[in-house]
Structure formats: structure tokens, C-alpha cells
């Protein structure tokens, strides 16, 4: 009879336990990964989701025109594949480290966090297509591929975004032994 009521003890402790991990952990459900069909032109997955930044409004076929439009500018001004250059673009924009903002003790410290590869490349085409919206004067495929070209090169206003995320990351790196979540 006693060895039961351990049993039943045990099990309803444990049950407060989970109760009360479950405290931590998000409702709902964790969101779905979609799949994002690669575009018609040159079958690339990244060069899609770069369609999918620039859309506004809902117009896919404006964003798709003013893509493929910059990058027969980009193979008109450097005689190279615009593919390779675009690639090299996101590869130089790309951040290593970013800062995360963590509440400590009633204090707001900024924490540098190593940035995961899908933020990676998300963050690399938002400062890109915010350095070329910024431009002045032109369309915004001749805007877009000088952009795109100039981060190719490691220069441009997409890289001294990066530069300078890289820069607070680094002048930070004191609160860095906050990050254990």
C-alpha cells in the first residue's frame, strides 16, 4: 500500500515539474519552414527570395522585371555572370557577428550573438536593398546593380552597415558572458 502512494506521489510530483517547465516554452506552434520555388530565369533559390524582398504592393512580376533587369546591367557593366557577382555581393554583406538586446538586472545590455546562415543572408539583401532604395536619382534596377556591384567589390553602403553592426559587436564583447540563452 505504501509503495503505491510513492508511486502516486512520485507521479504527481513530476506532473508539477512539467507544469511548471512549461512556463518557459512558447505557446503555439513553431512556424513552418516554406519552400520557395526557385526562379525562372537562372533556377536559383537565393535569387528568388531577392525577388521576394523587393516585392511591394504584391507585384511579383515588377520585382521579377526590376531583378532580372539589374542583373542584365550587372552583365553589361562587369562582363561577368551576374550570378557569381551577386553571390560574391551577399558573401562580402554578410555578417559574422550582430548584437542582441538582453534585459540583466533591470539593466539593457547589448549582447553579441554569432548570426545563424538564414539571418545571415536575409540581413545581406535587407542592407543591399535599403543602401539601393536610398540612392538617388534612376530606376530601381540601375540603383539595385550598382549596389549590387559595389558590395561585390567590398565597398557601398550595405558594407559600412555591416562594418559598423561588426564594430558595436566588437565593442561589446565585455557583456558577451550574458549570452547563456
Known amino acids: 500500500m505504501k509503495a503505491e502512494n510513492k508511486e502516486e506521489a512520485y507521479t504527481a510530483?513530476?506532473?508539477?515539474?512539467?507544469?511548471?517547465?512549461?512556463?518557459?516554452?512558447?505557446?503555439?506552434?513553431?512556424?513552418?519552414?516554406?519552400?520557395?520555388?526557385?526562379?525562372?530565369?537562372?533556377?536559383?533559390?537565393?535569387?528568388?527570395?531577392?525577388?521576394?524582398?523587393v516585392i511591394k504592393n504584391g507585384k511579383k512580376s515588377v520585382a521579377q522585371g526590376i531583378v532580372y533587369e539589374s542583373f542584365d546591367i550587372i552583365s553589361e557593366k562587369t562582363k561577368q555572370d551576374p550570378e557569381s557577382i551577386f553571390e560574391q555581393a551577399i558573401k562580402n554583406?554578410?555578417?559574422?557577428?550582430?548584437?542582441?538586446?538582453?534585459?540583466?538586472?533591470?539593466?539593457?545590455y547589448?549582447?553579441?550573438?554569432?548570426?545563424?546562415?538564414?539571418?545571415?543572408?536575409?540581413?545581406?539583401?535587407?542592407?543591399?536593398?535599403?543602401?539601393?532604395r536610398t540612392r538617388r536619382g534612376k530606376k530601381m534596377a540601375f540603383k539595385l546593380a550598382e549596389e549590387i556591384i559595389s558590395a561585390s567589390?567590398?565597398?557601398?553602403?550595405?558594407?559600412?552597415?555591416?562594418?559598423?553592426?561588426?564594430?558595436?559587436?566588437?565593442?561589446?564583447?565585455?557583456?558577451a558572458h550574458f549570452a547563456w540563452a
Not at 520555388?37 to 537565393?46: G, V
Not at 554583406?93 to 539593457?108: F, K
Not at 547589448?110 to 539601393?132: F, H, M, S
Request: charged content about 35%; some cysteine; hydrophobic content about 35%.
Open 93 to 108: 554583406v554578410s555578417p559574422q557577428l550582430e548584437v542582441r538586446s538582453r534585459r540583466v538586472g533591470g539593466a539593457n
Open 13 to 53: 510530483l513530476k506532473r508539477r515539474k512539467q507544469k511548471h517547465n512549461l512556463i518557459f516554452i512558447m505557446r503555439g506552434k513553431k512556424a513552418t519552414k516554406r519552400n520557395i520555388e526557385p526562379d525562372p530565369k537562372f533556377n536559383s533559390i537565393n535569387i528568388s527570395k531577392l525577388i521576394n524582398y
Open 110 to 132: 547589448q549582447i553579441p550573438v554569432e548570426v545563424r546562415g538564414d539571418r545571415k543572408y536575409n540581413l545581406a539583401c535587407r542592407w543591399i536593398l535599403t543602401a539601393a
Open 153 to 175: 567589390k567590398g565597398e557601398g553602403a550595405a558594407i559600412k552597415k555591416k562594418e559598423d553592426t561588426l564594430r558595436m559587436a566588437e565593442a561589446n564583447k565585455a557583456f
